[in-house]
Nanobody, 124 residues
């Protein structure tokens, strides 16, 4: 059974930084792209960033470009999201996701399994 566990969320003031981690366990040998999504209260889940298997290709939603960095360590079956210059509008539950296809995608419905989420709150 594949499992993703996020950590690193919390409360931070605007302009501050947080680093999220996501550890994968179970049948991880077939995992290719991994991604981060977020969901704010009353809103749909939205794409934040994704990274391919090698880590050589990344994609970001426009609102986080230049502020967030996604990375991965395949030896540890982990993916990370470094978030700098945080804004109140970044407040949401952040979810890690993985898929068994090589193609990178920003569509949450294309991902095969998900973590339970970690809360990020940015105060103004």
């Amino acid at each position: 059974q594949e499992q993703l566990v996020e950590s690193g969320g919390g409360l931070v003031q605007a302009g501050g930084s947080l680093s999220l981690s996501c550890a994968a366990s179970g049948r991880t040998s077939g995992i290719y792209p991994m991604g981060w999504f977020r969901q704010a209260p009353g809103k749909e889940r939205e794409f934040v960033a994704t990274i391919n298997w090698s880590g050589g290709s990344t994609q970001y939603t426009n609102s986080v470009k230049g502020r967030f960095t996604i990375s991965r360590n395949n030896a540890k079956n982990a993916v990370y999201l470094q978030m700098n210059n945080l804004k109140p509008e970044d407040t949401a539950i952040y979810y890690c996701a993985a898929r068994f296809s090589r193609t990178m995608t920003s569509n949450p419905y294309d991902y095969d399994f998900w973590g339970q989420g970690t809360q990020v709150t940015v105060s103004s």
